[in-house]
């Protein structure tokens, strides 16, 4: 297992386009998170998948967002009419909910999708 | 609301010296404090985590330091190396189903050699 993979590195688009980030886990992993990033801060929460349930959704996430897990798998996350504020570094990371001292606890980050609005 | 704070906003630090990097959180329902370091263009990895049952846990040249009546923590990082040098930060998470992080600020270190 590679670790967490993100797709595409870098993205950018003009205003009023639409983008999809995915993200593919840990295989063994049940738990994804989905964070956004800006310059000199840290990630912020935006939703959670355990399995293919979306389980919380930050109120950062606007209706111009939808993420998804179908099958437990893999994640998508999409961005509607993209607006100059979304510029950020969007970050995945996964996990296991089978107990602290098996690394419940321990996020692994993938290395994030890097988007920029013109 | 900025349920966890961290400090400093940047560090310089000699070679061989000790870093220190601060963190107070607020929520007295966290029972998980993580630190993560981060490399320009990588995701953040876990460094070292503590539970408050302890007040200090070490893990090779890192220490977390936690002060649960102060709602306080630090990290130690004793013998800096350049290597070293990334972006630190804390983070806080407490138990249920979501295990979310609020994660601090972060701390832009720099060893010099």
């Known amino acids: 297992d590679t670790g967490v993979s993100q797709d595409p590195r870098h993205k950018i688009t003009k205003r009023g386009q639409n983008v999809t980030f995915r993200c593919d886990p840990i295989s063994e992993h049940n738990r994804l998170y989905w964070y956004r990033q800006t310059l000199g801060q840290g990630p912020e929460f935006l939703t959670y998948f355990q399995n293919e349930a979306q389980l919380e959704k930050s109120r950062l996430l606007s209706d111009r967002f939808s993420a998804e897990r179908p099958k437990g798998s893999f994640s998508t996350l999409e961005i509607q009419r993209t607006e100059q504020g979304d510029s950020a570094m969007y970050l995945c990371?996964?996990?296991?909910?089978?107990?602290?001292?098996?690394?419940?606890?321990?996020?692994?980050f993938g290395a994030g999708s890097r988007l920029t609005v013109l | 609301q900025q349920q966890v704070k961290q400090s400093p906003q940047s560090l310089i630090v000699q070679k061989g010296g000790i870093s220190i990097i601060n963190c107070a959180y607020e929520?007295?329902?966290?029972?998980?404090f993580p630190w993560y370091q981060q490399f320009p263009g990588k995701g953040p990895a876990l460094l070292i985590a503590i539970r408050p049952d302890v007040s200090e846990k070490k893990e090779g040249r890192f220490t977390i330091s936690f002060n649960k009546s102060a709602k306080q923590f630090s990290l130690h990082i004793m013998d800096s190396q350049p290597g070293d040098s990334a972006t630190y930060f804390c983070?806080?998470?407490?138990?249920?189903?979501?295990?979310?992080?609020?994660f601090g600020t972060g701390t832009l270190l720099a060893v010099q050699p």
């Open positions: 990371a996964s996990s296991s909910s089978t107990g602290f001292r098996s690394g419940a606890n321990v996020l692994t």
């Open positions: 983070a806080a998470s407490k138990g249920g189903a979501t295990n979310k992080l609020i």
């Open positions: 929520n007295t329902a966290f029972d998980y």
